[in-house]
């Protein structure tokens, strides 16, 4: 089983969708299993409801799902990824910790849900626009991965 870490600087949104979407989708791709993982440089401590919400219209499981700190899978006895991907800039900026192994990096911008400001329909809507944004990129990722 391969495993991808998400991470982000709140660990509430986008590292969360993409957890939760790889995991669901690398059940079904090709050449063995996916796992994705996520977690933040300064997590927030909670998921954001509408992100919960999100994955749950969209059928995919999302229980479970938490606000960790990235230094959980830094170390020599943190568990090794295949992959490291951030999915915000400030993510991107950040001096990350050691990660075990030697896995590929790599950087998907994404905007941050969390900072919409509109009200609760547009915020369901933008939640959905940058959801349908890291379906896609997985689902390319999974691809290419498969090749």
């Known amino acids: 089983m ?7 600087t ?4 986008r590292s969360i969708l993409a957890e939760a979407y790889l995991t669901h989708a690398g059940k079904h791709a090709g050449k063995g299993a996916w796992r994705g993982f996520s977690a933040g440089s300064t ?6 409801p509408m992100a919960l919400e999100t994955l749950a219209a969209h059928g ?26 951030t ?17 590929v990096t790599d950087h998907w ?10 009200d609760e329909e547009a915020t369901r809507a ?3 626009e940058v959801f349908a944004m890291i379906k896609a990129r997985i689902d390319a990722f999974l691809v290419g991965q498969s090749a």
Request: net charge negative; aromatic share 10%.
């Open 126 to 128: 933008h939640f959905n």
């Open 43 to 48: 997590p927030t401590g909670t998921v954001h």
């Open 2 to 8: 391969k495993s991808v870490l998400f991470l982000c």
């Open 60 to 85: 995919i499981e999302a229980a479970g799902a938490t606000s960790t700190s990235w230094d959980d899978f830094g170390g020599a006895q943190a568990r090794q990824m295949d992959f490291v991907i």
């Open 109 to 118: 911008p994404f905007p941050d849900p969390a900072k919409f400001d509109g």
């Open 10 to 13: 709140g660990n509430s949104c």
């Open 87 to 103: 999915v915000c800039n400030n993510a991107a900026g950040e001096a990350c910790p050691v990660w075990p192994g030697l896995p």
